[in-house]
Nanobody
Framework: QVQLVESGGGLVQAGGSLRLSCAVS????????MGWFRQAPGKEREFVAS???????YYSDSVKGRFTISTNSARNTVYLEMNSLKPEDTAVYFC?????????????????WGQGTQVTVSS
């Protein structure tokens, strides 16, 4: 069993930055691919970024070049650094974990989820 707890969301102006954190517990961190998803009101949950224990990363086209996913294995934490934020980035952001290797990008690929953290970008 894996437990995921997100933090770091908030309200920021367009062009600003935020860093989300996801604390991972319950299993060896390196056994999983970790991902970030987001869900805006009335929309489906969409893939944002993923990272494997090898540090291989993958991003959606909408955030590539602006967001960076990283890990701190000593702290069992996954981060999502978000820069140049836009109003369309407003959503609840979720941390997720899966044993699938490669580049899992659909929410059904992931077995464990955090409770989500709200990010609001004002124009």
């Amino acid at each position: 069993q894996v437990q995921l707890v997100e933090s770091g969301g908030g309200l920021v102006q367009a062009g600003g930055s935020l860093r989300l954190s996801c604390a991972v517990s319950g299993r060896t961190f390196s056994s999983y691919t970790m991902g970030w998803f987001r869900q805006a009101p009335g929309k489906e949950r969409e893939f944002v970024a993923s990272i494997r224990w090898t540090s291989t990363t993958y991003y959606s086209d909408s955030v590539k070049g602006r967001f960076t996913i990283s890990t701190n294995s000593a702290r069992n934490t996954v981060y999502l650094e978000m820069n140049s934020l836009k109003p369309e980035d407003t959503a609840v952001y979720f941390c997720a974990a899966t044993r699938i290797l490669g580049e899992p990008t659909t929410h059904s690929d992931y077995d464990y989820w955090g409770q989500g953290t709200q990010v609001t970008v004002s124009s």
